[in-house]
Structures are given as structure tokens and as C-alpha cells.
């Protein structure tokens, strides 16, 4: 699969005191737990804690009535991206949204959220298609570096750490989202100052043939 828009940008997603409340609301809800990785292994997919690899702490924001502003908000973000750039990709649910909190020399190295492939498969036989990350902090007042990178080329299989590595200043920026495949890889760099807080979705569908 060849793609003529790899990504999109969404300026102000979320407004800063928006996202102040997005944070207060995962805050309050006291559950944030350290984050691992899906891995394949030979009894199935399990969640693996390699802190070489991923270390933070997530937390989700089920769907409810309170937060109900915030799936409105990113679902539509996410089928304007699919529509914009031409993908056009069956999307039937979103995820349960993600919330990543990156303390000092917290990170997640390269990764993908998904091969989007019959591989990928959840229990109702849908994969995460499109990915969505929105920066919910300052980045000249909350934290330093923690930057999220892309590698290029961006389709499975082809990437490695002597490709080239994307790094775009748009994603420090507060409030801004960015919509891409759930197959091109990425990472987010170690926090050296202060905390970052970042809201994930994925949006589901049938997996490519």
C-alpha cells in the first residue's frame, strides 16, 4: 500500500483550557498504571512490560456523558483525516481513548499501533486503522524534548533506525493533533524536564486484504 498523504495536522484540537480539563479528569479518576506493549507470543497476545522500550503511565477515559465532548471531538477529526486525504478506509468504532502521562525519562521507543492486517484482529475481528495523538501540554512552560518522531519510509517491514526520522515542531505545539496510519512507525523521545501529558485514539475496522 502506497499513500500520497502519510499525515494530518489539526492547529487547536482542543483549546488550552480544555485540555487542562482533559488532564484533570484523567488525574481524578487515580488510575493511571504503567504502561506496557501487546506482544504475540506463543500463547497469544499478551501485555508485555519492557521499560527499555515503553515506560510511562496510561490511563483511559471510558465513554460516558462527561467526557462524551471529547470522543465528539476527536471521532470527527479522525473521519475528516480519513475523507481529506483520500484513504477512504472502513472505520467503525472508535477505541476507548488513551490517555499517556511522560514523567522525567519516561519514553516509548519505536513502535506501531497496529499492522492493520487480519493479524491485528480483536475479538470482534476489527484492527486499529487510524491513529490520532493530541499534545495536551506546554511545551515552553510543562516539559522539555519528548518529541514524537516518525520513521521514513512508513510501511511495515521497510522502516529501521538508518532510515530517515521526521521531526515535526507542529506536535509540540498545545491543543494540535495529528492523524496518520496505525502502521507507520513512531516514538516519542525521553522527557528531560517536567511532564507531558498526550491523548491517543484509534479508530477501528476491518482489516486490510
Not at 502506497?2 to 487547536?12: E, G, M, P, T
Not at 519514553?107 to 493479524?119: C, N, R
Not at 510543562?142 to 520513521?151: C, H, K, Q
Not at 516519542?188 to 482489516?207: M, Q
Request: glycine share 6%; charged share 25%.
Amino acid at each position: 500500500m502506497r499513500l500520497n498523504v502519510l499525515s494530518r495536522y489539526y492547529r487547536k484540537c482542543f483549546d488550552a483550557d480544555q485540555c487542562k480539563q482533559i488532564i484533570d479528569i484523567a488525574e481524578n479518576q487515580n488510575d493511571f498504571l504503567e504502561a506496557g506493549t501487546g506482544e504475540t507470543t506463543p500463547d497469544g497476545l499478551k501485555v508485555v512490560y519492557d521499560y527499555n522500550k515503553r515506560n510511562c503511565k496510561t490511563t483511559f477515559l471510558l465513554p460516558s456523558d462527561d467526557v462524551k465532548w471529547i470522543y465528539e471531538r476527536v471521532q470527527a477529526i479522525i473521519l475528516d483525516c480519513n475523507k481529506q486525504a483520500e484513504w477512504n478506509w472502513h472505520i467503525s468504532q472508535i477505541e476507548p481513548i488513551q490517555i499517556s502521562k511522560y514523567d522525567v525519562g519516561d519514553h516509548y521507543d519505536w513502535h506501531v499501533d497496529g499492522e492493520s492486517d487480519h493479524s491485528g484482529k480483536n475479538e470482534d475481528g476489527l484492527v486499529r486503522k487510524i491513529s490520532c495523538t493530541i499534545n495536551l501540554s506546554d511545551p515552553y512552560e510543562e516539559y522539555n524534548d519528548g518529541d514524537l518522531e516518525f520513521a521514513f519510509p512508513c510501511y511495515p517491514g521497510e522502516y529501521s533506525l538508518e532510515n530517515q526520522i521526521i521531526r515535526d515542531p507542529r506536535c509540540r505545539s498545545r491543543g494540535i493533533g495529528i492523524v496518520f496510519p496505525s502502521f507507520r512507525p513512531h516514538r516519542v523521545t525521553p522527557i528531560t524536564k517536567g511532564t507531558r501529558y498526550s491523548l491517543v485514539a484509534w479508530a477501528l475496522g476491518n482489516p486490510f486484504t
